[in-house]
């Protein structure tokens, strides 16, 4: 069974559901640092603080459901990455994974790039001061209108994507009088979530330019012969939560070799390499995320070996982290709504969000953890299924996990590890008001995006 599934169990007590990812902790009130931003802790009142502060105070002032971000976290974290990797790399934000005029602020303030896939992330990006020489454009599929807005304000890169893009991107530059900076983004046939390292293995997607068959070599002709471009290098990524280096050394290798058939072709070797993002956090204490200087050794240290071996200079190294930057500085507070208790199964706490805070349990049934964090409790663990309150069975939060059997209406439930693609990816279904998200540092709290309101929701229905 894979690990990915957990079917409910036929019994409630001693017997745990098949395919648990793991037992009840012997503290339910215990907060695993790994999964915890920084300066989230328990009192000794039993509440859970962050910054400084206690959530009960933050859910009167700010209310439910909202994301609090633990600023000192954030950037601590941007610092770490930057440092691991030096000066002789670039580190660019994945701005996907969350962005705001505040997170680009602190982004630029704390030395990191970002990497924007939109028109609406551009914006933001340029509207809150990031230098448009420290922004990649990505995307399968921009707009002319936006190729043209980022050339125009001059963005550091643009990648790649396709043939037509090529051609694209060259027309837009060359009309404004300009020679575009751009990677290529090939396919390399590894797939990093199920370790699948051969060339046809996940070649079958809508990103990139495959290098089977030659059709990565052949992007590289193209781009070199037209006037509005200036190709840096070449962009690959092999998936997202990433724990292991080996999807990272296969990559390495095959994208190594194509600069060195580009050496031997075109007689260039393309200055920079790209190994984009997908590292692993912890979202529940069964994961085991690397450290930033770990990661930065290892990447450096295949793609120096594997252009030893290709008699190339090794080009300089760009990584792409977003979730591994600001997933594990956020957590959801939810307040408890129902509990209802399914005899020999489990029992449902229903809270006062759901899927349209959090799509990503019920779209690829992603794990979480989940804690009482209103008061301290000593009643014993109950299984239980934490879920929103949309009209959708799949409205599920956390699927599995273990809190107190006395949790009641009115507690407050907090699921950490929800900086990356919450708000991101946050809807209006049932016409839910999408949450705040609130900055929580040094016993301040203040709100980077506000919580939406029902006049949002009809400014936008003109009827």
Wanted: contains cysteine; negative net charge; hydrophobic residues 40%.
């Amino acid at each position: 069974m894979s690990r990915s599934a957990h079917p409910a169990g036929p019994r409630h007590a001693d017997v745990y559901p098949e395919g648990h990812y793991t037992a009840p902790a012997d503290d339910l009130n215990a907060l695993d640092e790994k999964v915890w931003a920084r300066t989230v802790a328990r009192n000794a009142d039993g509440v859970v603080t962050v910054g400084g502060l206690e959530v009960t105070r933050l859910a009167e002032e700010f209310g439910t459901p909202a994301y609090f971000l633990d600023e000192a976290d954030f950037r601590a974290r941007c610092r770490a990455w930057a440092g691991a990797f030096g000066r002789d790399a670039d580190v660019f934000y994945a701005g996907k994974a969350f962005l705001s005029r505040a997170i680009v602020r602190w982004l630029k303030e704390e030395g990191l790039n970002l990497d924007v896939c939109s028109g609406g992330e551009l914006t933001t990006a340029l509207d809150a001061g990031m230098p448009a020489e420290r922004i990649a454009f990505h995307g399968n599929n921009k707009t002319v209108d936006e190729i043209t807005r980022a050339v125009e304000a001059g963005v550091g890169r643009i990648v790649l994507d396709s043939f037509q893009e090529i051609v694209r991107v060259a027309h837009i530059a060359q009309g404004l009088g300009k020679r575009q900076r751009v990677q290529i983004r090939v396919t390399v046939g590894v797939e990093a979530h199920t370790h699948e390292f051969i060339a046809t293995a996940h070649e079958d997607q809508k990103f990139g330019i495959a290098l089977a068959g030659g059709q990565a070599a052949e992007a590289v002709r193209r781009a070199l012969r037209l006037d509005g471009l200036e190709l840096i290098g070449i962009h690959s990524h092999i998936g997202s939560q990433i724990f292991d280096m080996a999807g990272f050394e296969v990559s390495a290798r095959r994208v190594v070799q194509l600069l060195a058939e580009v050496r031997d072709e075109h007689g260039v070797e393309l200055p920079e390499i790209d190994l984009g993002g997908g590292l692993g956090i912890a979202y529940t204490s069964e994961d085991d995320p690397s450290e930033p200087h770990d990661i930065a050794k290892a990447l450096t240290e295949i793609v120096t070996r594997e252009c030893e071996s290709a008699n190339l200079r090794t080009p300089r190294i760009s990584v792409e982290p977003g979730r591994a930057i600001v997933g594990p500085t956020a957590f959801t507070l939810y307040e408890v709504g129902t509990v209802k208790p399914l005899e020999g199964l489990r029992t449902y706490v229903s809270v006062d969000g759901g899927m349209s805070d959090n799509i990503r349990t019920a779209l690829y049934d992603a794990e979480y953890s989940v804690a009482l964090v209103s008061r301290r409790s000593d009643a014993e663990p109950m299984l239980v299924r934490v879920v929103g309150k949309h009209c959708e069975s799949g409205d599920i939060v956390v699927r599995d996990a273990f809190l107190p059997a006395d949790t009641a209406p009115g507690d407050l439930l907090a699921v950490p590890a929800t900086g990356a693609y919450c708000r991101s990816m946050a809807s209006n279904y049932n016409h839910a008001l999408r949450p705040p998200v609130v900055a929580v540092t040094d016993g301040a709290a203040r709100v980077i995006v506000r919580r939406e309101t029902e006049e949002d929701l009809l400014r936008l229905d003109v009827g």
